[in-house]
């Protein structure tokens, strides 16, 4: 089990449980989603260029608060692992997600398949875009 820091100044980590039964895949794409589109308004009232890579992944992680003088909340695992690659691998104002995520979300969204992408370790990780909310066709 790799690890990774939690934050800095270019790179932050949420985590939020993943419930099988429930929609937490889709609030997950929701939330980066709703990032993205602050970061794009933020960036357009301060005539700056200001963009985002999202890479989110699911499974099991351990959290917890390390270190005596400064202690820190962090959090470890593969998932972290994966959600940082797939990040590095999107492109700017884009959202990734691995296969836990995209097999766990609904209709709601459009997903894009990646090319191979190659994770920190050299092992191979599949990933999708998030094209965008999917358009309902009425007849």
Same mark, same amino acid.
């Given at each position: ?8 100044? $270019? !790179?932050? @980590?949420?985590?939020? #449980?993943?419930?099988?039964?429930? +929609?937490?895949?889709?609030? &997950?794409?929701?939330? $980066? ?19 985002? !890579? ?12 390390? #270190?005596?003088?400064? *202690?820190?909340?962090? @959090? /470890? #695992?593969? +998932? ?7 990040? *590095?691998?999107?492109? +700017? ?9 995209? #097999?766990?979300?609904?209709?709601? /969204?459009?997903?894009? +398949? *990646? ?7 050299? &092992?191979?990780?599949?990933? /999708?875009?998030? @094209? ?8």
């Amino acid at each position: 089990m790799g690890s990774r820091d939690h934050s800095s100044t $270019a !790179r932050y @980590v949420f985590a939020l #449980g993943l419930d099988v039964e429930a +929609p937490e895949a889709n609030k &997950g794409v929701a939330f $980066a989603s709703d990032v993205r589109a602050a970061f794009g308004e933020l960036s357009d009232e301060l005539g700056v260029a200001i963009t985002c !890579r999202v890479g989110l992944s699911a499974g099991q992680v351990v959290q917890g608060i390390v #270190g005596s003088d400064r *202690m820190a909340f962090t @959090v /470890w #695992g593969v +998932p972290l692992n994966d959600a940082t690659d797939l990040s *590095m691998a999107s492109a +700017p104002d884009e959202i990734v997600v691995d296969a836990a995520v995209a #097999g766990r979300l609904d209709d709601e /969204w459009s997903l894009e +398949p *990646m090319d191979e992408l190659v994770d920190i370790s050299g &092992g191979r990780l599949d990933g /999708w875009r998030i @094209v965008g909310r999917a358009t309902v066709n009425q007849s």
